[in-house]
């Protein structure tokens, strides 16, 4: 027997702010039945093509976990760097630009979400060798 993710759960201050802003950036859908609205404390969005859920729950205090996640993002239909652009106006934060970092055409770009969260965005399927 085993086990599966249901979701992924994120710790945040206002988690209809930041749903919102995760599907813009992933392309996620509020639940069918289950609409999110300004003042939700908890906030779940998923991918209209696999149900992959994200849940947004929002702590009592003002300090947050230093670790609350960690996505790594890979596009469905443009580069590594188009995503990079895009998601930073979507008003993303670069952290770390790595690109390049095990070589030419390879790496990837650390970014913050608008409450301090960080992801990597890599490059897309047809970037990779053998694709």
Known sequence: MSSFISHTTIDCHDAYRLSEWWKAVLGYEDMPDDPNLPGHEE????????DHRLLFIEVGNDELPAKRIHFDLRPRDVTRDEEVERVLSLGATQIADLRGHRGEGTGWVVLADPEGNQFCVLRSLAELPDS
Do not use: A, L
């Open 43 to 50: 906030c779940m969005i998923r991918d209209p093509d696999t």
